[in-house]
């Protein structure tokens, strides 16, 4: 069975602080899919990034950025120079391959963000 | 292009009751996988319809059960509903093959009371 681990339950930082997201998961699956998703107070889970686990290189986008780490079974997010508008929960959640279209996520519990001006 | 969209946004019902929340996928999906998010907690997957058909289930009692209609929208009945069904129930959507990353819907906040 697959499983996401985030340990932060809460995070607060002031704007503008880097702040890092941390994420660990277990499989037993050689291939499997890494993702993020933000989820306003609105509900909807909104996509960030997926990786695959042949896929080590780190990502960078805008002030978004992610390092997958297979040795250390983690996939961590940083958020440079943080705003207000970051505030939000985020979820780490993995897929398996041969899942079709990676629809069955195993997600972790999520880590509620809060940027404070 | 509209996306996902789930109705009725909010409904309290009673234990025992039955509800059916519903969901219309992103235009030119054919995929609808449902999840339920109790409070505080992460998503967790129900099932996913294709063709009509229930393809994937996860670990939730046969009370739980969907529909896919042919214009690929679908239907997530809850039976003889318990205090602990009270969640937010997400629908998202996905084309078959394309392995693009899903699309969520707002979702139906369900209170069961």
């Known amino acids: 069975a697959q499983k996401v681990t985030q340990a932060q339950t809460e995070i607060s930082v002031v704007e503008k602080e880097d702040v890092t997201l941390d994420c660990v998961y277990e499989t037993r699956d050689t291939t499997y899919y890494l993702f993020w998703y933000k989820q306003p107070p609105s509900g909807e889970l909104v996509f960030l990034i997926r990786?695959?686990?042949?896929?080590?290189q780190n990502e960078i986008s805008g002030r978004y950025s992610w390092n997958f780490q297979k040795s250390t079974s983690s996939f961590n997010f940083t958020i440079t120079a943080s705003q207000v508008v970051d505030s939000a929960v985020y979820f780490c959640a993995l897929s398996l391959e041969g899942e079709t279209s990676g629809s069955r996520l195993t997600f972790g519990e999520g880590t509620q963000l809060t940027v404070n001006p | 292009d509209a996306g996902v969209t789930q109705s009725p946004t909010h409904l309290i019902k009673t234990r025992g009751q039955q509800v059916t929340l519903r969901c219309s996928p992103k235009?030119?999906?054919?995929?609808v996988s449902w999840y339920q998010q109790a409070l505080g907690q992460g998503p967790q997957f129900i099932f996913q319809?294709?063709?009509?058909?229930?393809?994937q289930r996860g670990n939730f009692p046969d009370r739980f059960s969907g529909h896919q209609f042919p214009n690929y929208s679908s239907e997530l009945n809850v039976n003889a509903l318990l205090l602990g069904d009270s969640a937010l129930y997400l629908c998202?959507?996905?084309?078959?093959?394309?392995?693009?990353?899903?699309?969520f819907g707002n979702g139906t906040r369900l209170t069961v009371t």
């Open positions: 319809y294709y063709e009509e058909e229930e393809r």
């Open positions: 235009s030119g999906h054919d995929t």
């Open positions: 998202a959507s996905s084309l078959e093959g394309d392995k693009s990353p899903l699309h």
């Open positions: 990786r695959n686990s042949f896929d080590e």
